[in-house]
């Protein structure tokens, strides 16, 4: 009997990881690119219930680009830091999107607005990925993200390739340390602290917090970005099938939809029903793994404990299956 069931368990196990592996227990690459004339330091923020990845933190020289993998089922932000350096005492730190660190590696911590942001939930609700490129937090530097792969009408190329430091209004510009250039745009939240501005208080809701004259500034420079805080029918996307992404800082300036997504569909005007479902926060803060009702809780990835666990009851079945018959 034991040699029969060797037999069966080493026929069966290799079949049965290997469609672990075909049902999505596999990675999600994250390319960054810096097409800046200087060099980009790079944080990620992993949400709370997602794990860290390899790296929080690293330089990315003009012209560079450095991959990054994540589970199927990551979520977080990712964004570029500028005009960083490091004092005698060792302590790291940046002009727009520090971390607070002090430290290359973010370590957990979070953007300091303003900053351009990344912002993802893979194999979230409904098994699709979510992403956008948000201003809420403000503006830095320009940034694309185009999904390698993937499916879906609305699986297509965002950011905002505009750069609005040289627009921003004074009320709202961050200038250089020598005061001659204007090197971050704040947005309208940041700078004045206002209910209508930060749609918080009695400005909680999509009907109660529309657009400002300063989130419009935004959105009509970059169309397919968030600009405030329920911006959500145009500025939300989603893809089926796992795509990969490239993360440009600084595409040139002739970047269009068509030419970066290499003939993918680019009609950004049809937004799922499952995105209004979240507002501009939804990625960063997990909204989307809204319950164990979700179709994406089946979803997740597994780790080595997870796949040693379904081997093991799997092996358990073949045993009852093999006594028993």
Request: hydrophobic share 30%.
């Amino acid at each position: 009997m034991a040699p029969q069931l060797t037999s069966i368990i080493s026929l069966l196990l290799p079949v049965f990881i290997s469609q672990l592996f075909i049902n999505g227990v596999m990675s999600t690459t994250f390319i960054m690119i810096n097409k800046c004339d200087y060099t980009v330091w790079p944080g990620i923020l992993s949400n709370a219930d997602a794990p860290a990845l390899s790296t929080t933190g690293f330089a990315l020289q003009k012209g560079e680009s450095k991959t990054i993998t994540a589970p199927t089922s990551w979520g977080g932000r990712m964004w570029g830091r500028t005009l960083c350096s490091e004092d005698s005492n060792g302590k790291f730190s940046c002009v727009t999107g520090d971390c607070g660190s002090n430290k290359v590696e973010c370590s957990g911590s979070g953007a300091a607005p303003p900053a351009t942001l990344a912002e993802f939930k893979l194999d979230g609700y409904g098994g699709l990925d979510y992403y956008d490129v948000s201003l809420v937090d403000g503006y830095n530097l320009p940034m694309l993200v185009v999904p390698q792969g993937g499916s879906g009408q609305n699986c297509s190329t965002t950011g905002c390739v505009v750069d609005l430091n040289g627009a921003c209004p004074s009320e709202l510009k961050v200038m250089s340390e020598d005061g001659r250039d204007g090197v971050a745009c704040k947005s309208a939240c940041e700078a004045f602290q206002q209910p209508q501005y930060c749609c918080n208080g009695a400005y909680s809701t999509p009907d109660t917090c529309k657009p400002s004259s300063y989130s419009q500034i935004f959105k009509n420079a970059c169309p397919h970005a968030y600009s405030y805080a329920y911006d959500d029918k145009t500025s939300t996307f989603t893809c089926a099938s796992g795509p990969d992404y490239t993360i440009t800082f600084c595409p040139t300036p002739n970047t269009s939809q068509k030419s970066s997504e290499g003939g993918k569909n680019t009609d950004t005007s049809t937004t799922t029903n499952n995105s209004a479902l979240v507002n501009s926060t939804m990625v960063y803060e997990g909204a989307l793994d809204q319950s164990g009702a979700s179709p994406s809780t089946c979803r997740h990835v597994l780790g080595s404990h997870g796949i040693s666990v379904i081997i093991s009851i799997t092996v358990a079945t073949l045993l009852t299956l093999t006594f028993f018959n």
